[in-house]
Structure formats: structure tokens, C-alpha cells
């Protein structure tokens, strides 16, 4: 077997190449870990050019970057001499190596001139043997390269400078795509919050229309209106003996009427001052709350008997005066729509679940058609005839948007003739919630 003996001249130049690539491995490494490390795109590509260059001991490294359309390349970094001749300059994607290297998905160098076909090489006889670009390729997509011009020594590239320059542009479209993909994000994000606040600009201008429109109900509309209700009621009494029995009767009406767009007002206003008041928790008895109310109901509904049964100690928390609206509404809809029962039957009651009070309120009234029970909570949106069952159309609308200002849900339970059961949660006593 034949030995290799190296003499001393071969192997001192042997050490030294050694020396020469473990160095510029180290330096790969070293570039990887700073590179990975910067999030900023042009900050990251002045870099990359700064470091190939330093590498590859060239007097100047252009980075050339493709559109995501890929329809032009500009330079966004420029390392050495042309900078500022050269930074920042947009080229149409099929001109320059750029547009080559893009097509064909592999570097320029000094062979690859020589191994053109005769009649594109004239195409690009000007790239001398002192240019040398490889391709910036991340996983998603093509991004660019990374071109080297003029050694420092004045000698051509060969295929140790093209290894090493490619080696460098793997790690380098790497931290490429991730600090573009970075900037992405943040671009998105960015334009979220821009959306948010345009959007919160416009709910708060909104709100001040909603205010302007309920201060002008509030008192250009409710003057002439109790002007209306007052002279008919003073012409009844005056004149009211003296009337035929058609005028009475239109008189009366429009009393009635009056009567009725006052109290849809009122129930305006108060949907529409909810969403502003704050919110004040307290602990509550929802048993003794709905005793009081149904003696106040009773009152309006002399002829009806109410069987009130209230399920145990219930215990609640949240807003006194808000919930107070909420079980009032609750059960008066109970009684108007149980009256002609004998009796009207009334089941208040609650349990816990995990972090809720689950609520109830149950009638044996004449029902409705579950199909149609989302449409209750919508203001004016009613599912019997008014002429028939009096009221504004607020109210349920009233009842749902206080118990989701608590941070609960209601929904109803019904079938036509088998009464109804509307269902809500609220926060349970042990865990009360801040007011929004």
C-alpha cells in the first residue's frame, strides 16, 4: 500500500487551509446566531451584505430582493462601494442576474458564462468573472440573492468562494423569510388596532348621536306629546257629556294613544341610558324581590288569582335597581299571559352551576312557538296581538340587554298552551364581577 509523505512546504499549506476553513466556519456559526437574532428586514439585509462581503473579501455585495409578485427585484442593501448609486434601485424582474438567477434557480459565476449557449452568452457578456451571485430561496418562497463583486486581491471567484457564499445564503434566507414573516405579522397586527380604533371612533360618535337623539325625545318630543294627552283629557271632562257618541270615542282613542307613545318612550329611554349607567353589585334575595312585585302586579290584574311559588332561599348578585327591572318585566309577562288561568301560576326559582345562578321564571300561560323565541329579546319584535295583550315591545329587549351587562345569557322555553319558562344566568354571589 503506497504512503503519502507530505513534505514540509505541503504540509504547512495543508495546516494553513485548515486553518482558513475552520476560521470561516466559525464565522459561519458566529453570522447565523446574529443574524437569527434580528427581527428589523433592512436592518437584517445590511447585515447579510455587510457579512458576505467580510467573507467573501469582496469589494462590494449587493441584495437584491423580489416583489411578492414577482414582477421586479429591488436593491435593498448595498455593502461597499455604489451604495448610494445603487441602494434602494427597482429593476423589472426578466433584466439583470437577478432575473436570471430567478428563472433558472441556480448561482452565477464565472462558469456559468462560459457554459452558456453562444447566443445568450452575448446577452450577458457584460457579467465579467468578477461577479459571483447565489439565490436567497426560503421555504415559501424565492426572495432574492446575495451578489459579490471585485475581490480584494483581484483574483476570480472559484468554487471554494461559491460554496462558502452559498452555505452562508442558507442561513441567510432562513433569517430572511422569518424577519419578513415578522414584519408581516406586525403589519397585520398594526392594521387591527388601526381597524379597532377606527371602529371605536365610530361607536363613540354613534353614542353621541344615540345621546342627542334621546336628549330631542327626551324633550322635543314628550312636550307636545303631554300636551296632546292633557287637552284630552280636559276636553273629556268638559265637554265630554255633551259629545256624540263618535267624537267620545275618537277623543278617547287618542288619549289612549298618547298614553301608549308616552310609555314607549320612556321604555326608549331607559333601554337606550343601560348601556351607560354603571354597575353596582350587591347580594340579593330574588324570593323576596318577586314577592314584593307580585303585590304590585296583583294590583293591575285585580280579578286574576296568582299562585306565587318561590323555590328556596335564592340568592343572587348583581345591579339592585337594574334587576329589579329584569324580575319586574319577567313577572308581568308571567301574569298577562297566565290571567285568564285560575289561578295563574307563578315558579320562581334558581341553582347553581360551577360559577352561575341559573334563574327561572315559569308560568302556565298560553305559551308561544319556541321557534319564534329569539325574536322576544329584539325590541318591537312581539309574538301576540297588541290589542289583545298590552305593552311596548321593550321590555324583554330591556330584560336582555341588563343580564348580558352582568355577563350572563337568557333564552326562552315555551310550547303554544303549555305556558312559558324564561331561563337566565348571572355570576353567583361568591364570585361577583367588576362593573364593565
Known sequence: ???????????????????????????????????????????????????ARAITHTRTVLIPIINTECTEYTYRAVSGEYRDEI??????????????????????????????????????EQANDNLMMVPLIGKKRFLGGIACMDKQDSS????????LLMLFANQAAIATENAMLYAERQELNNSLERRVAERTSQLQQLNEEMETFS??????????LRAILGFSEALLEEAGSNMPPAAMDYLQRIAH?????????????????????????????????????????????????????????????GDPRLLRIVVQNLLANAVKFSRDRQPARIRVGCHREGGEMVCHVAD???????????????????LH???????????????????????????????????ACFIFSLPAPSHPKKSP
Request: proline share 5%; glycine share 6%; charged share 25%.
Open 364 to 382: 302556565n300561560g298560553i305559551g308561544f312557538d319556541a321557534a319564534s323565541a329569539e325574536r322576544l329579546f329584539q325590541p318591537f319584535q312581539r
Open 87 to 124: 441602494l434602494g434601485e427597482t429593476l423589472p424582474l426578466d433584466t439583470g442576474i437577478c432575473g436570471w438567477i430567478w428563472r433558472n434557480k441556480q448561482p452565477w459565476w464565472q462558469e456559468t458564462l462560459r457554459q452558456l449557449p453562444p447566443e445568450e452568452r452575448l446577452r450577458w
Open 1 to 51: 500500500m503506497n504512503q503519502i509523505v507530505l513534505t514540509e512546504p505541503n504540509e504547512l499549506l495543508l495546516r494553513q487551509a485548515l486553518a482558513e476553513r475552520e476560521a470561516e466556519l466559525d464565522l459561519l456559526l458566529e453570522t447565523s446566531q446574529v443574524l437569527s437574532m434580528e427581527l428589523d428586514v433592512d436592518r437584517l439585509l445590511q447585515s447579510i451584505a455587510d457579512k
Open 156 to 163: 476570480n471567484f472559484d468554487r471554494r468562494d461559491l460554496d
Open 257 to 317: 294613544s298618547a298614553q301608549n307613545m308616552q310609555a314607549l318612550i320612556n321604555a326608549l329611554l331607559e333601554l337606550a341610558r343601560l348601556r351607560h349607567n354603571p354597575l353596582h353589585w350587591r347580594q340579593l334575595d330574588l324570593g323576596q324581590m318577586s314577592r314584593e312585585l307580585i303585590e304590585e302586579i296583583q294590583t293591575q290584574y285585580p280579578d286574576t288569582l296568582i299562585d306565587l311559588v318561590i323555590d328556596g332561599e335564592i340568592s343572587i348578585s
Open 215 to 224: 336628549y330631542s325625545v327626551s324633550h322635543d318630543l314628550r312636550a307636545p
Open 385 to 419: 296581538a297588541a290589542e289583545h295583550y298590552e305593552g311596548t315591545g321593550i321590555g324583554l329587549a330591556t330584560v336582555a340587554r341588563i343580564i348580558q351587562r352582568h355577563g350572563g345569557r337568557i333564552h326562552a322555553e315555551s310550547s303554544p298552551g303549555e305556558g
